[in-house]
């Protein structure tokens, strides 16, 4: 699979190269109902260079769905079910099903992920929308899983030069704490509202904006030190504390893209999330949805975030 890959992926007026929180992604666009018009978050992604990509992903009807690949199991990805298959050589298969349990696309990837197919279904625009993006957000997680890469679901909000990431379980209010601080506390803007990105560089932890954003179209190219991670609980009344390093990494573990049954990209996300526990701050927000919780947060975390 892989060399057939390779093959495919030489660059040509179908390969498009984007930059994702730093990590170089190669697409080619080969199948007749696939192009990057499929992907319009990814344009201030677009990317000029010679380096080599962390990933590389052909669209394209050419390759064989393997039957006798063992199931793994099917996961809700966003209330939406997706099926994982191990493949014979070691790698994975991925069906991704939308809301209405339409097959949008099916992924293949290389046993580290670094080469990938992606077959795209016939359906809506915004259903191949959906499968070709469903299947390019998995294959850049496990792909970089082990490059001190993490793509967790949170709200960034960037105030001072700072991000800081708010997390929380769909619907609990996470998005709604990060626009509060956007409109009590000045100087503050959206990065991204549902998944960013966040590496280890040099001992340093960044927050990246990304091209997955949720409901709320926010894709930017943009990236901020992170000033502390909150993770966001509804309650009668607003209290802050640290968290300490088990509970830190107990909240932070649910929140990342891994796949427990994969020892290489689990550990991988296992040794990042502890590396960002030593480096940034961990808290926990118990709110209500008002301004005060906003101030308190901010006033709080980031005070020990410039100390």
Known sequence: MQESLNLSLKNGPSMKDYKIADHKVSIDFISDNASEELLPNF?????????EPVLRVSVTDDWH???????????????????VYRTTDGGYQFEAYDPGNHLCSRMQSSPD?????????????????????????????FATATLDTILIHSSVIRCDGKGYLMTAPSGTGKSTHTHLWYTTIPGCD???????????????AIVYGS????????????QAPIGGIVRIEQYPQNIIRRLRPIEAFA??????????WDARTYNGICDSITKFIETCNIWELKCLPNDEAAILCHDTISKESNT
């Open 43 to 51: 344009v201030p992604f677009i990317h000029i260079g010679n380096e």
């Open 65 to 83: 769905w393997q039957d006798e690949a063992k199931e793994i199991g099917q996961f809700d990805v966003g209330g939406c079910n997706h099926g």
């Open 113 to 141: 992920f670094k080469h990938c197919y992606v077959k795209i279904y016939d359906g809506t625009p915004i259903q191949r929308k959906f499968g070709l993006n469903n299947c390019m957000m998995m294959a850049f997680a």
């Open 190 to 204: 959206l990065m991204n509202d549902d998944n960013p990105i966040i590496r280890i560089i040099d001992g340093q």
């Open 211 to 222: 091209p997955w954003s949720g409901k709320t179209p926010c894709y930017r190219n943009i």
């Open 251 to 260: 909240v932070l573990l649910p929140a990342c893209s891994t796949m427990k």
